[in-house]
């Protein structure tokens, strides 16, 4: 598997539930950030947690790291229509070459 | 707001044509990137430049060049278009707290 793979690869849930994305990685990093990506657009910055830190907030957003699993989670809580769209994890072992994963495809139905 | 533009969103080449994917940022950033997106693939880091006229390879440059004559502008080339590098091309720049920030992509189609 690669650097960065997420899990599930799609995902189908209604509106106001949670959904729970899954990165796993294979390198020591310095961080691991997720970003979200609409169809057919340019990637959108959502978090970024550093390797010291276990838990991350953003609004509705909730990210862990667990590095001795090397496996980060994303939470969306209360989830909305528009954040329909495929979210991806990079993780940042300091030498800018920041390595993507496959991501993950997230439907929420109205 | 950190902002990045894509020459083109849609381009349609022929093999062997020579092909200029360009990329601005209206910022101080010294760092930028091309990737290339396909499915079930992710993102793939073709080259990276971390200053005028300083680039390095990503994990795929083969078939790709790039320049960096200023600042702001970032430049992937497709010396000789070839079917398989029809795909989604990605610009993005690194900012001082560590995220990048994309432009909008370039979808590119070889016949």
Known sequence: SQQGEEDPQALSIQEGENATMNCSYKTSINNLQWYRQNSGRGLVHLILIRSNEREKHSGRLRVTLDTSKKSSSLLITASRAADTASYFCATDSGTYKYIFGTGTRLKVLA | ?111
């Open chain 2, 1 to 111: 707001d950190v902002k990045v533009t894509q020459s083109s969103r849609y381009l349609v080449k022929r093999t062997g044509e020579k092909v200029f994917l360009e990329c601005v940022q209206d910022m101080d950033h010294e760092n930028m990137f091309w990737y290339r997106q396909d499915p079930g693939l992710g993102l793939r880091l073709i080259y990276f430049s971390y200053d005028v006229k300083m680039k390095e390879k990503g994990d795929i440059p083969e078939g790709y060049s790039v320049s960096r004559e200023k600042k702001e502008r970032f430049s992937l080339i497709l010396e000789s278009a070839s079917t398989n590098q029809t795909s989604m091309y990605l610009c993005a720049i690194l900012t001082g707290q560590e995220t990048q920030y994309f432009g909008p992509g370039t979808r590119l189609l070889v016949l």
